[in-house]
């Protein structure tokens, strides 16, 4: 009986110790989330009649143009003294006025891509009867 005894008390005393632990915390894990583009931006490709296609990015929040043509990249400051969507930098010039889209190389003058965007058409006129 004494045996017993001991035997239940010691088994009492094990589920005991392990029903009163609790689980550990777990470690707050605490991430900085990546701050959200709020840049505005635009995005273009445009193809002219020799088939050369343009690739322009305009970010209107940092008023910065890059231009992507025949695999080079040239970055552009906007140009508040010029009409429109004007971007250059000290030797290359991209406009964008009125539809028409030019990038040229300013010290020597030299056209390097043309588009003439083709206006959308009203469809047919409508004539009044009376």
Do not use: R, W
Not at 55 to 65: D, H, L, P, R, Y
């Amino acid at each position: 009986m004494k045996n017993l005894f001991t035997t239940i008390l010691m088994g009492l005393a094990v589920l005991s110790t392990t029903a009163c632990k609790h689980p550990g915390k777990d470690a707050e894990v605490i991430t900085n989330a990546a701050p959200e583009n709020a840049d505005q931006i635009s995005k273009n490709i445009y193809v002219d009649s020799y088939g050369e296609k343009i690739e322009v990015i305009i970010n209107n929040t940092k008023n910065t143009a890059t231009v992507h043509l025949s695999g080079k990249t040239y970055d552009l400051k906007k140009s508040d003294a010029l009409p429109e969507y004007t971007a250059s930098n000290e030797e290359y010039q991209y406009s964008d006025i009125k539809g028409n889209i030019t990038f040229l190389k300013k010290n020597v003058d030299m056209v390097l891509f043309h588009l003439k965007k083709d206006k959308k058409e009203s469809g047919p006129a409508k004539m009044a009867s009376y």
